[in-house]
């Protein structure tokens, strides 16, 4: 394979620094760009397999709230989004809910959790 | 009347961050009114995540970002109301609020901390022409519908405006099963961050249309369709490249604006740029002992800096109380002109200031491999360059109060974006 030359903005932060990666045979030999290490992380994902933590709410019971704002624990593969969200939306959790508290063990089939990232009390 | 010594009108994340700050500096009768049912303001709607790398270092959502100060404030013992709402502020620091439980209220204070935060500007500030059917929503209303309330505000939706929060809700409203058709932004460049033009419309194939606005609105009861033209350089709409979408929602995000009411109606001065209070150094009003914070002081892309800001704020207005003002030192004006719009703080006293003095700015267009400039007096003394400046990322430059002393007979700071 021909060297590549790939153009990104880093979304590690809302610095959105411009990142350039090349790339030899399906290989990364360099990115440059990036002001912190996260965002050569990012690079590397992004041409290999790219991830994104999914954010979104979850029904709760019992609670002061009707809603729990959630995310995943971890990025997941960006082709599972919506998988991610159709499995999300099938949940309820029931109040208390704490910030960190695991709302579903394994979304997708990725093996990541979704967490609240809210506190809602029982009433 | 009760009286405190310090008052901090918000519970937002401005709010939170003053008063942790003003009661580490040991000031002990602080009272946080919040008109919310909670704390948290706006983060508690902006669930998505990217807060926080600069002050926890780790990536969090909004809420949980709000979390960690309302966790602070709480295990302060800090005082706060609830579903409270300011009415009015007298220009000798008299609070009038209202409540369910108390009824309407005064409270004197020694210091205030405005920290109320802004508004989105409405449809009514941007004369569409059309009727007013429904399904024509604010972007943060609509965050707010969806991320809060449960409810969809529609299936087929167009969004008009660049700024962050219509780039979030182009990507949570597509998550959810809409179908965003397209984001049309007038200006020839997002008003928003890069990296959510990745991660919300690129993600998910959003077309962004720059140079256009909606020029038409169909549907009666409820929207039916918008038509969308090209703008030309003079900004109005070029015949002949009108396109109609259909769709049953329309959101705006088309800027946010400080909300002053409060801090007009005691006499702060408000800078026409930021719509927010002039302040110094200290982040202190034209009122002594009235300080500003976060997005009622000028708006911010990033939450980080909001606390950052909030912090000086709250160290000050402990400072205030405790000391009383000391007589005004010289005071060196900053001037921004030449691609900076407006500079926060407007001007200095440099015996009153820190060691190292963040100034925040904003540029008033695109600038590609240009510098940013800052001049005392007529002398050059900074000259830094940047591959990429836009008005919806915010500048900053650092100065050090040791070279201002150092500095004889200084009376400006100027901050210019120059070409070389």
């Known amino acids: ?22 790339i030899d045979g399906g290989e990364v030999v360099k990115i440059s760009g990036n002001t912190c290490p996260r965002g050569a992380a990012y690079a590397e994902k992004e041409v290999t397999n790219p991830t994104r933590i999914v954010t979104s ?24 989004i919506f998988d991610c969200m159709k499995d999300i939306n099938k949940v309820t959790a029931k109040a208390p809910v704490h910030i960190g508290d695991v709302v579903l063990a394994d979304v997708a089939g990725t093996k990541v959790a979704v967490v609240a990232t809210k506190n809602v009390e029982a009433v | 009347m009760k009286a405190y010594d310090i008052v901090i009108v918000g519970g937002g994340p401005a709010g939170l961050a003053a008063a942790a700050s ?24 902006c669930i998505h995540n990217g807060f926080g790398l600069h002050t926890f270092k780790e990536e969090l959502t909004g809420p949980e970002y709000a979390g960690r100060f309302i966790d602070k404030v709480k295990e302060l013992g800090i005082e706060y ?41 409405s449809r009514g500030a941007l004369n569409i022409p ?43 409203m597509t998550l959810e099963g809409a179908k965003v058709k397209v984001v049309a932004e007038l200006m020839p460049y997002s008003g928003g961050l890069k990296r959510n033009i990745v ?26 369709g918008i038509t969308l ?8 709409p070029i015949p002949g490249t009108e396109e109609y979408y259909s769709c049953d929602t329309l959101l705006l995000s088309v800027g946010l604006i400080p909300e002053n009411e409060l801090s007009r109606g005691m006499g702060v001065e ?55 003002e000391k007589a005004e030192g010289s005071k060196v004006d900053i001037i921004a002109t030449e691609g900076a719009r407006y500079t926060v703080p407007r001007f200095i006293r440099v015996d009153q200031m820190d060691d190292l003095l963040t100034v925040r700015f904003r540029v008033g267009a695109v600038f590609k491999d240009s510098y940013i400039s800052v001049y005392y007096n007529d002398e050059r003394v900074m000259h830094r360059k940047k591959p990429v400046m836009a008005p919806g990322e915010m500048e900053e430059i650092k100065l050090q109060k040791e070279k201002l002393q150092a500095y004889p007979d200084l009376k400006t700071i100027t901050v210019k974006i120059e070409k070389e």
């Open chain 2, 22 to 45: 003003a009661r580490e500096q040991g000031i002990q009768s602080i009272l946080i009114l919040e008109r919310d049912k909670e704390l948290g303001g706006i983060l508690n709607q």
């Open chain 1, 1 to 22: 394979m021909a060297k590549e030359i790939k153009e990104l903005t880093c979304i590690g932060c809302p610095l959105g620094c411009a990142l350039t990666v090349e």
């Open chain 1, 57 to 80: 709410t979850v029904k709760v019971e019992g609670g002061e709230k009707a809603f729990v704002s959630v995310k995943t624990k971890e990025d997941i593969p960006k082709s599972k």
């Open chain 2, 81 to 121: 109301k609830l579903n409270t709402m300011v009415m009015d502020i007298s220009h000798d620091k008299v609070v009038t609020a209202m409540n369910r439980e108390d009824g309407m209220f005064t409270i004197q204070a020694k210091a205030v901390i405005l920290a109320m935060g802004c508004r989105e500007r």
């Open chain 2, 270 to 324: 408000i800078d026409r740029v930021t719509s927010g209070p002039v302040v110094n150094e200290s982040l202190e009003t034209s009122i002594e002992g009235v300080f500003a914070c976060g997005n009622v002081l000028h708006v911010h892309d990033l939450v980080d800096y909001v606390s950052e800001e909030a912090t000086r704020a709250g160290i000050n207005a402990a400072k205030y109380v405790t000391a009383g």
């Open chain 2, 130 to 172: 059309g009727y007013r059917p429904a399904g024509i929503f604010s972007a943060g209303t609509a965050q707010r519908l969806v991320n809060m309330e449960g409810y969809m505000p529609g299936k087929e939706v167009v969004i008009l405006g660049s700024g962050d929060i219509g780039l979030i809700m182009a990507r949570r």
């Open chain 2, 229 to 236: 033209a090209e703008v030309g350089p003079d900004g109005k």
């Open chain 2, 199 to 224: 991660q919300c419309l690129d993600d998910y194939g959003i077309p962004l249309k720059l140079s256009h606005t909606v020029v038409d609105i169909d549907g009666k009861e409820r929207l039916k």
